[in-house]
């Protein structure tokens, strides 16, 4: 099957999981309910943030038994809570919300930019950025990082590490693009692939021999009906080497073609229509990543010359440390309401995250949940939406990486190796993401 069509994951799975696949886009909030209290998540005292703090620096494995009986009186579970929500940020400044980039103009316009207008100051940022930016690549690169994200104000990328999503190699995902920004790659020597656009035309060619006999008779068709006059349809398809069938007739000469400007302009018409669109996804492998690395730390266009963005550096985010990173914590705050259930009230309990949840903090949070909430809870999950498109599986001619190709050096990245172990599978929910996730008796559910 086709992983990339909406049909490949129905919209609830028809048989429980016990692991949901991995959710390769960025969220932005997480609303979790559960029957059972989330008092355990409030009010962690100072040496409990401290131990998760550490935790999270040493990549302390955590494992909570399958049911805790009493989450509140459970340092182990409150310690492991607060290193799930840790993620690394750069740059740092307090005073904008530096996630998300794409279409954040409204939120930072206002607030104090002295860098806008002042090139020395842009000049010192950009070079502090490329500094941190050359860093993750270095440990993603040693697989002492697993993955890390750069947001632009117009397009986010998306590094993973060889083992990672069915890879072998390092990969990069770049969405949304443009003509231009892929025009300046291809001049810059970088090799690239639109996975969506091959899959589509790999589809079509598919269908076409498929539906050979149908052509063949449809052709007879057209053959009749223009014996009455009538004229067939225009291929989108013409081109220079369209025409060789006029030369094979001696007509060559007296039949117009239209010229090189024009035959281009068709061309060119057809890749602009699929800029901004998750269909402009490009994949970028291997020794080209590096190339890309410098593309993008010399790159003009990364960064905005007006606006309320201008001069101010792409966001990096990581979920283990970096040169040049600053610690950060995602919000979470426990919520009690009362929900009409029949005729009666009954007590409903929510947990809500802010902030840029990267994959493996939703994975290490399910799983805390999991053992607190004692197998029952649901979510509602709120996506970043230019970075749904990353859960594309951009390597499926491959079989998925068994787990000894993924152990060579992964295990040192930071994370969890249940969590790592969901990472290194192959996407499965194409363009889409995960909408809701609920767990009963153990088992996983979802929507996309």
């Known amino acids: 099957k086709d992983l990339h069509l909406p049909v490949a994951i129905p919209k609830v799975p028809s048989s429980p999981r016990h692991e949901f696949p991995a959710d390769w886009s960025i969220k932005t909030r997480l609303l979790f309910m559960s029957s059972q209290p989330f008092t355990w998540a409030e009010h962690l005292k100072a040496h409990e943030e401290a131990q998760g703090f550490s935790q999270h620096c040493r990549a302390t494995e955590t494992n909570l038994p399958q049911s805790i009986q009493e989450p509140k009186l459970s340092t182990e579970l409150r310690c492991a809570f607060q290193q799930s929500l840790v993620y690394w940020l750069h740059p740092s400044l307090p005073w904008l919300q530096l996630f998300p980039r794409i279409g954040a103009d409204r939120k930072i316009a206002g607030k104090a930019s002295p860098w806008s207008q002042d090139e020395a100051l842009q000049q010192v940022l950009m070079s502090d950025w490329s500094v941190s930016f050359t860093s993750l690549y270095n ?22 590490a060889a083992g990672l999503a069915g890879c072998d190699i390092i990969t990069a995902l770049i969405s949304p693009t443009t ?17 969506l656009v091959e899959e589509s035309r790999t589809r079509k060619q598919k269908n076409s021999e498929v539906n050979l006999e149908t052509e063949v008779a449809n052709s007879l068709e057209v053959g009749n009906s223009m014996e009455h006059g009538e004229e067939p349809a225009p291929s989108d398809d013409d081109d220079d080497e369209s025409f060789s069938w006029l030369e094979e007739m001696g007509v060559q000469d007296k039949v117009k073609k239209p010229d090189a400007i024009s035959i281009k302009l068709h061309k060119e018409k057809h890749e602009v229509q699929m800029d901004h669109r998750p269909e402009s996804l490009a994949l970028v492998k291997g020794t ?10 010399n790159c003009k266009s990364l960064v905005a010359v007006a606006g309320p963005q201008a001069g101010l550096p792409p966001t990096l985010l990581s ?12 919000k979470a705050r426990s919520i009690n309401a009362k929900a009409r259930v029949h005729l009666a009230y009954e007590d409903v309990f929510s947990l809500e995250i802010v902030g840029p949840v990267m994959p493996h903090s939703l994975h290490s949070l399910t799983t805390l949940l999991r053992s607190a909430q004692r197998g029952a809870f649901s979510a509602v999950l709120y996506t970043h939406e230019p970075t749904a498109v990353f859960n594309t599986n951009v390597d499926s001619a491959s079989p998925a990486l068994n787990k000894e190709t993924v152990s060579k050096g992964l295990p040192t990245c930071g994370l969890h190796p249940k969590t790592l172990d969901q990472l290194s599978q192959c996407p499965v929910l194409g363009k889409s993401s995960i909408r809701f996730l609920e767990m009963k008796d153990y088992a996983y559910s979802w929507k996309s």
């Open 139 to 160: 440990l993603l690169k040693a697989k002492l990082c697993p993955y890390f994200y750069v947001c632009t104000y117009q397009f986010t990328v998306l590094f993973r």
């Open 179 to 195: 003509r231009g920004l892929r025009e300046a790659m291809r001049n810059e020597g970088i090799e690239f692939s639109l996975p």
């Open 288 to 297: 080209n990543t590096f190339t890309l690395l410098n593309f993008l730390i």
């Open 319 to 330: 979920p283990v440390a970096f040169r040049g990173g600053t610690m950060q914590t995602l």
